[in-house]
């Protein structure tokens, strides 16, 4: 092992990459690690000198807080690289800020802007041959940070790890799917986490995810807590529905993420002329679109899947297809965005970072 230090950053680099004995043709979304991750604790109230490690097995007292509470919030962003083999990240200062947001709600301490960025592009520079050229290939890069402090007292911890470990991808796409609309379950509500990308929003997820996939759906589009009236989420992902030619989205509120791709995709489709109407969407006026055709599309819109269509919906009993588009808004998004992350668009909105 190697070890050296760079100004504030101690790297110890693995003796010998695992990269070898991986079959990137053949890959499960988040299953394969690179050879390092990012580590920086939290005690006596400062972060302290990050390290960059080999990745392995982290050694935690079993009253760690984080395995009672919950108290964990993470993101997603990933890293690609272009025909000339530079590597770009999207719109990752999103990212970092938002990670900081969740932390807030969830009671842990801010992270440093500079530890995360210089932890980053050297996580980056060191697993590089990780990141794979071609369109869908990516590295999705995961930080994340979790109350170390052991003691089971329900409080926020005093004593917290920040990481960043990273996995390669390939185009998240598992077909179009089916939806069920949410009538009992919701995923957030007011006052509460749901903008948040906290550890807990997603546990609470796989319950009614599971049930409505005993029904036939892949995923469940959450609807408001209060009346089940509105659609707010679908999946992991925010959610958009083309009536006709209108594209209509829930606004962000305390029970939805704000979205790096959701906005993102706003912001393409205004300057493409695209009326996108951000306001809150009942479920009836996209039952009664489905029942008199003039709902063309419905798809999710994450970091991991980019845009994920929807092919059809279930809501009390009913099942609602939805007819596949010839030029549909879904892949329209899906290139403009990629071209941009890939380096093959011009970055009008300047939103890659070369790392
Ligand atoms: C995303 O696509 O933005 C996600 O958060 C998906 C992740 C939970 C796997």
Redesign the pocket.
């Given at each position: 092992m190697k070890n050296t230090i760079s100004q504030a950053l101690k790297i110890s680099e693995v003796s010998e990459s695992k990269i070898g004995q991986v079959d990137f043709e053949n890959l499960n979304?988040?299953k394969i690690f690179t050879d390092h991750m990012f580590v920086c604790d939290y005690v006596n109230g400062e972060w302290q000198t990050p390290e960059i490690v080999p990745y392995g097995p982290l050694t935690m007292e079993p009253s760690a807080r984080v395995f009672h509470y919950g108290q964990a919030v993470?993101e997603?962003m990933k890293a690609y690289k272009d025909d000339n083999g530079d590597t770009f990240l999207f719109r990752p200062d999103e990212n970092f800020k938002r990670i900081n947001i969740s932390a807030e709600r969830l009671a842990i301490p801010e992270f440093p802007e500079d530890y995360f960025f210089e932890g980053l592009n050297a996580l980056l520079k060191l697993d590089n041959e990780w990141i794979k050229p071609g369109y869908g290939n990516s590295l999705?890069i995961r930080p994340f940070v979790i109350a170390t402090q052991a003691s089971v007292s329900a409080s926020e911890a005093d004593e917290y790890k920040f990481m960043i470990i990273c996995s390669p991808a390939q185009s998240?796409y598992s077909g179009d799917v089916s939806v069920l609309v949410a009538e009992k379950f919701s995923r957030s509500a007011n006052g509460g986490f749901g903008y948040a990308?906290a550890a807990g929003n997603?546990a609470g997820q796989f319950y009614p995810t599971k049930l409505a996939q005993e029904q036939g759906y892949q995923q469940v589009i959450w609807t408001d807590a209060n009346t089940h009236e509105y659609m707010e989420e679908a999946g992991?992902?925010n959610v958009f529905f083309r009536v006709n030619d209108t594209l209509l989205t829930a606004p962000v509120s305390d029970r939805i993420?704000d979205?790096?791709?959701r906005k993102s995709l706003i912001t393409i489709a205004e300057k493409e002329g695209i009326k996108v109407d951000v306001r809150p969407v009942k479920v009836s006026e996209i039952v009664e679109a489905a029942k008199n055709g003039s709902l063309k599309e419905v798809f999710g819109a994450?970091?991991?899947?980019v845009v994920s269509p929807v092919k059809a919906f279930g809501y009390k009993g009913e099942h609602y297809e939805i007819e596949k588009q010839e030029n549909s808004y879904a892949s329209y998004f899906k290139k403009a965005l990629m071209d941009i992350q890939y380096n093959k668009a011009e970055d009008t909105f300047s939103w890659r970072y070369k790392v």
């Open positions: 979304f988040g993470f997603g999705y998240y990308k997603y992991t992902m993420l979205g790096v791709t994450g970091t991991a899947a």
